[in-house]
T-cell receptor, first 110, second 114 residues
């Protein structure tokens, strides 16, 4: 089955800097890769997703890139703000249910 | 409401008791998913419904876990003879169509087994 690995587990950046979170997946049949943001005690919120027919997708300060050959995808947050502090999860699915990474705790220091 | 609604938000039960967790998906959403989220981990898939049909229950940890969605809308996750290892947040998500569509989560039910 699918296995999704996520790195780093924790990330601290200064306000205004960029943050990058990387994930790898194992199942070459996977074709859908969402990213979720989860604040403490809150629901996971979908922030961006990408399908395997696209290499990059951008939404304001957030972008996701996908390398199908290498089976990895990354989340890029530019001009980070304190409210970006949260746990971020990547996930992947194809013919199987969504499999999530273990999460990255992002801290943006003002 | 506009989002996925789950109840109760918190549930405390003694080991051996049965519990029932409810999920109200976004109106009109065909697909409904249940996940288990342990502390400090990502959500783990439990089961998936398309309308009233349970198409995948491969993630249910044991036969003590049972889920239903009899009318294709509200879903209930039942855990019988609860054990301490069942303590976790149980998340429900729904999506508009079939296949790989964006899933929208509820706030979850935090279950604590004493």
């Amino acid at each position: 089955g699918e296995n999704v690995e996520q790195h780093p587990s924790t990330l601290s950046v200064q306000e205004g800097d960029s943050a990058v979170i990387k994930c790898t997946y194992s199942d070459s049949a996977s074709n859908y890769f969402p990213w979720y943001k989860q604040e403490l005690g809150k629901r996971p919120q979908l922030i961006i997703d990408i399908r395997s027919n696209v290499g990059e997708k951008k939404d304001q300060r957030i972008a996701v890139t996908l390398n199908k050959t290498a089976k990895h995808f990354s989340l890029h947050i530019t001009e980070t703000q304190p409210e970006d502090s949260a746990v971020y999860f990547c996930a992947g699915s194809g013919n199987t249910p969504l499999v999530f990474g273990k999460g990255t705790r992002l801290s943006v220091i003002a | 409401g506009a989002g996925v609604s789950q109840s109760p938000r918190y549930k405390v039960a003694k080991r051996g008791q049965d519990v029932a967790l409810r999920c109200d998906p976004i109106s009109g959403h065909v697909s409904l998913f249940w996940y288990q989220q342990a502390l400090g981990q990502g959500p783990e898939f439990l089961t998936y419904f398309q309308n009233e049909a349970q198409l995948d229950k491969s993630g249910l940890p044991s036969d003590r876990f049972f889920a239903e969605r009899p009318e294709g809308s509200v879903s209930t996750l039942k855990i019988q003879r609860t054990q301490q290892e069942d303590s976790a947040v149980y998340l429900c998500a729904s999506s508009h169509g079939r296949g790989n569509q964006p899933q929208h989560f509820g706030d979850g039910t935090r279950l604590s087994i004493l």
